[in-house]
């Protein structure tokens, strides 16, 4: 079974780094369309950022520049290196995937409907 496992969240201070990995168990290819995605208690589950198939990336407008996807295709995982981080970083991040969309645009690498694989979740809390 195909399935996403997060780790690497903990409680940081204000400014500091995490990085945070997304195990890609059970796939057998590495042309999924890969995103991170956050949720505080009571919000909705926002679009952190998202990687192509072909490698493009997407972040949302308060992560650019602070945080960075990538994948490891050979150790089948996926990063998100955050830095700089911010109380209004402190959520829940999961990891997504699916293997194929139509995609109208960039900006819809960030929806969650459009991933059909999630993971459990990593905390993620930012202290001042």
């Known amino acids: 079974e195909v399935r996403l496992v997060e780790s690497g969240g903990g409680s940081v201070h204000a400014g500091g780094s995490l990085r945070l990995s997304c195990a890609m168990l059970?796939?057998?290819?590495?042309?999924?369309?890969m995103a991170w995605f956050r949720q505080a208690p009571g919000e909705e589950r926002e679009g952190v950022a998202a990687i192509h198939r072909d490698g493009y990336t997407v972040y949302a407008d308060s992560v650019k520049g602070r945080f960075a996807i990538s994948k490891d295709n050979a150790k089948m995982t996926l990063f998100l290196q955050m830095n700089s981080l911010k109380s209004e970083d402190t959520a829940m991040y999961y990891c997504a995937a699916t293997p194929g969309h139509y995609w109208r645009d960039y900006a819809a690498l960030l929806s969650p409907s459009a991933y059909n694989y999630w993971g459990q979740g990593t905390q993620v809390t930012v202290s001042l």
């Open positions: 059970g796939f057998t290819r590495t042309t999924y369309y």
